[in-house]
């Protein structure tokens, strides 16, 4: 089926109030959260956009307000239980939090307390604009449970205020379609059961300190095929610490296939890259115009053999959470994980739309969740002046400077910068569906 095939019932939500159905795949965010206080919200996307000026507070909070009263899916928590909890609209509009940051650089979580900061699926808010003053700079960051939106959901909320900054109207949103809605009718294919046979690209598991930590990097001037570079890239490191099977995770915005479909929902489906010694850029960009020529990122995630994924809505959260952390030990032992890694690309971020309300933006870049069982997490975002690098990685492959050695391999891999006349620079080009298949749908 062809997204000019599809359709999908547009819904008012000034007159129908919101709800969705909680899917499986935000049922196991959701169970990642620590329920009980302190609250602890792991599974979280935050987008992060760096500027200079004298911010006008309440002009911003005017702005987020108008937003979010034109997203529902800004305002959501969750109610009901098993497979009967459904988000709805919560009546409370997103908070704008002003935040002191001190002489924190942006550079890493460390004097960021912050961005630990919880929104609890079942009490909310599930989203939030921080306004961080520092000595040197400020930043605005637009935090969402990741059950209730994705990356890109998230910088379609951060887009619709910064509209409203600059006198224009926000774009709201004209759907409550759940992931599993929209997967169902591009697809009746479900995915393989994928084992843990790979190594993390830094190594083995050291010492049995827990929890992750992110460092950025900041690459000026323009690349070509950003994409397959890193990953081949990555792909080398892991094969130095004698791994040569390697595949990655890459998210993909399923938004696209239906035409007119706007949302801050989690709609993000997935494909899985495997990359050999043999892998070349061409072969890469040849590997992920063909699968999403066969719609692969909407294909139906295996977690369970022989369970069918909305059999796991009756799964209790605590259920999935100790089942979830008997995976984090046994991963920690054995070193093998799903997947290499999760490279998460965000394409080209427009600065020049993000100013506003005596703020103007100088950088953007998304914080990867703090997904437990992960091994290695990459966001790669882009603007005019070159690409932000986000690599979060658990502190147990962290040791001995591992994390920033593999963003030195990262940045070595993008090779030398080409002049703006020799190529478009757009960090997602290699990404790009086929002709068939338009409009572009963009790994997040």
């Given at each position: 089926?062809?997204f000019e095939?599809?359709?999908?019932?547009?819904?008012s939500?000034?007159t129908t109030?919101?709800?969705r159905?909680?899917s499986?795949?935000?049922?196991y965010?959701i169970?990642?959260?620590?329920?009980?206080?302190?609250?602890?919200?792991?599974c979280?996307?935050?987008?992060?956009?760096?500027g200079?000026?004298?911010?006008?507070?309440k002009?911003?909070?005017k702005?987020v307000?108008?937003a979010?009263l034109?997203?529902?899916g800004?305002?959501?928590?969750?109610?009901?239980?098993?497979g009967?909890?459904c988000?709805v609209?919560s009546?409370?509009?997103t908070?704008?939090?002003?935040?002191?940051g001190?002489?924190?650089?942006?550079q890493?979580d460390?004097g960021a307390?912050f961005?630990e900061?919880?929104l609890?699926a079942?009490?909310?808010p599930?989203?939030?604009v921080?306004?961080v003053?520092?000595v040197?700079?400020?930043?605005?960051v637009?935090?969402?449970?990741h059950?209730?939106?994705?990356g890109?959901?998230?910088?379609a909320f951060?887009?619709?205020v910064?509209?409203?900054l600059?006198g224009?109207e926000?774009?709201?949103?004209n759907s409550a379609?759940?992931?599993?809605?929209?997967?169902?009718?591009l697809t009746?294919?479900?995915s393989?059961?994928?084992t843990d046979?790979v190594?993390?690209?830094t190594?083995?598991p050291?010492g049995?300190?827990?929890?992750?930590?992110?460092?950025r990097?900041?690459?000026t001037?323009?690349?070509?095929q950003?994409?397959a570079r890193?990953a081949?890239g990555?792909?080398q490191?892991?094969?130095?610490?004698g791994d040569?099977?390697v595949?990655?995770?890459?998210?993909?915005?399923m938004?696209p296939?239906v035409?007119?479909?706007?949302?801050?929902a989690?709609?993000?489906?997935g494909i899985?890259m495997?990359?050999?010694s043999?892998?070349s850029?061409?072969?890469w960009q040849?590997?992920i115009k063909n699968?999403?020529?066969?719609?692969?990122?909407?294909?139906?995630?295996?977690?369970?053999?022989?369970v069918?994924?909305r059999?796991?809505?009756?799964?209790?959260?605590?259920?999935m959470k100790?089942?979830?952390e008997k995976l984090v030990e046994k991963?920690m032992l054995?070193?093998?994980y799903r997947?290499t890694?999760i490279i998460?690309n965000?394409?080209?971020?427009?600065?020049?739309?993000?100013?506003g309300g005596g703020?103007k933006?100088?950088?953007?870049?998304?914080?990867?969740?703090d997904?437990?069982?992960t091994?290695?997490?990459?966001?790669?975002a882009?603007n005019?002046n070159?690409i932000?690098?986000v690599?979060?990685?658990?502190k147990v492959?962290?040791?001995?400077?591992r994390?920033?050695?593999?963003l030195?391999?990262?940045?070595?891999?993008?090779g030398?910068?080409?002049?703006?006349?020799?190529?478009s620079?757009v960090?997602?080009?290699?990404?790009?569906?086929?002709?068939?298949?338009?409009?572009e749908?963009?790994?997040l």
């Amino acid at each position: 089926m062809s997204f000019e095939s599809m359709s999908f019932k547009t819904m008012s939500f000034k007159t129908t109030p919101y709800k969705r159905k909680l899917s499986p795949v935000e049922r196991y965010y959701i169970s990642c959260d620590k329920r009980t206080l302190p609250y602890h919200t792991p599974c979280l996307n935050q987008m992060m956009v760096e500027g200079t000026g004298i911010v006008d507070e309440k002009t911003w909070a005017k702005a987020v307000k108008t937003a979010s009263l034109a997203n529902p899916g800004s305002r959501i928590i969750l109610k009901g239980s098993l497979g009967f909890a459904c988000w709805v609209d919560s009546g409370k509009t997103t908070p704008f939090r002003v935040v002191n940051g001190g002489i924190w650089d942006g550079q890493s979580d460390t004097g960021a307390p912050f961005l630990e900061d919880p929104l609890p699926a079942y009490e909310g808010p599930t989203s939030e604009v921080l306004l961080v003053k520092c000595v040197h700079k400020s930043y605005i960051v637009f935090r969402s449970h990741h059950g209730a939106m994705d990356g890109r959901g998230t910088q379609a909320f951060a887009d619709d205020v910064f509209r409203v900054l600059n006198g224009g109207e926000p774009l709201g949103e004209n759907s409550a379609m759940s992931d599993l809605d929209l997967s169902t009718q591009l697809t009746s294919v479900r995915s393989e059961m994928l084992t843990d046979q790979v190594r993390a690209p830094t190594g083995l598991p050291e010492g049995n300190e827990k929890g992750r930590i992110w460092y950025r990097r900041t690459v000026t001037g323009k690349f070509s095929q950003v994409l397959a570079r890193i990953a081949i890239g990555i792909a080398q490191s892991a094969r130095d610490y004698g791994d040569t099977n390697v595949r990655f995770q890459l998210p993909v915005d399923m938004r696209p296939r239906v035409k007119g479909l706007r949302s801050t929902a989690n709609l993000s489906g997935g494909i899985m890259m495997n990359v050999t010694s043999e892998t070349s850029v061409s072969s890469w960009q040849h590997m992920i115009k063909n699968k999403l020529a066969e719609k692969r990122e909407a294909v139906i995630p295996s977690f369970m053999k022989f369970v069918p994924i909305r059999l796991l809505c009756w799964i209790s959260l605590k259920m999935m959470k100790n089942a979830n952390e008997k995976l984090v030990e046994k991963r920690m032992l054995t070193g093998q994980y799903r997947a290499t890694g999760i490279i998460s690309n965000l394409g080209l971020l427009p600065l020049e739309q993000y100013q506003g309300g005596g703020f103007k933006a100088t950088s953007a870049l998304f914080i990867p969740p703090d997904f437990d069982t992960t091994a290695f997490f990459l966001t790669v975002a882009g603007n005019k002046n070159g690409i932000e690098l986000v690599l979060r990685l658990p502190k147990v492959l962290a040791t001995r400077g591992r994390l920033n050695k593999a963003l030195d391999a990262i940045v070595s891999s993008l090779g030398k910068a080409v002049e703006p006349s020799k190529s478009s620079a757009v960090p997602n080009e290699s990404s790009k569906a086929p002709q068939e298949t338009k409009p572009e749908l963009l790994p997040l």
